[in-house]
């Protein structure tokens, strides 16, 4: 389906910090069954994760920290489809979640989860997001050193949602 995006659209997707999930999301989330929309963000959250992994065993530590950062977005995205935080309706309101948003939005699940490594788990993917992708000054063994955090959020995230479906 991308091949069908004309590259200048792309660009301007890309250019904007659109979020091309999170748009079709918002257009088919009448439709769609909340734990379908948890299940689509678990799923990619295990995709980036995989990614990751490849450019950790590529030695890429710009692309690996981009992937797990997306990685600890989606979990956090579907921990609060799941808890229904006041952030994912100013996300659904603004048809995008921003960085601050989701930053918020681990301190509120961290405190009504009453767990922390939530939004310990956010800021390691922040600061890898920042140094290691924007910035490029992470070397593959500051971005490895992240691994088993993000690794927990999405069996966490996975926990709470089988839990929640029981």
């Given amino acids: 389906?991308?091949?069908e995006i004309p590259e200048k659209l792309i660009m301007e997707i890309q250019k904007r910090g659109i979020n091309v999930v999170d748009l079709i999301i918002s257009l088919l989330e009448k439709d769609l069954d909340p734990n379908t929309i948890v299940e689509i963000r678990i799923e990619l959250a295990e995709k980036y994760f995989r990614e990751a992994e490849e450019?950790?065993?590529?030695?890429?530590p710009i692309q690996a920290?981009?992937?797990l950062y997306k990685s600890v977005?989606?979990?956090l995205?579907?921990?609060?489809?799941?808890?229904?935080i006041s952030e994912l309706e100013e996300a659904r309101k603004n048809n995008r979640w921003f960085t601050w948003l989701l930053g918020k939005a681990a301190k509120t699940l961290a405190r009504k989860m009453n767990e922390p490594k939530i939004a310990e788990t956010w800021a390691i993917a922040?600061?890898?997001?920042?140094?290691?992708?924007h910035e490029a000054k992470y070397t593959i063994?500051?971005?490895?050193?992240s691994i088993d955090y993000v690794k927990w959020l999405i069996e966490y995230s996975k926990h709470v949602f089988s839990q929640r479906n029981r």
């Fill in 126 to 133: 922040y600061d890898i997001h920042v140094w290691g992708f």
């Fill in 73 to 75: 977005e989606e979990c």
């Fill in 77 to 84: 995205k579907a921990l609060a489809e799941i808890h229904k």
């Fill in 141 to 145: 063994d500051e971005i490895k050193d």
């Fill in 65 to 67: 920290s981009e992937k």
């Fill in 55 to 60: 450019y950790i065993n590529k030695n890429d």
């Fill in 1 to 3: 389906m991308s091949s």
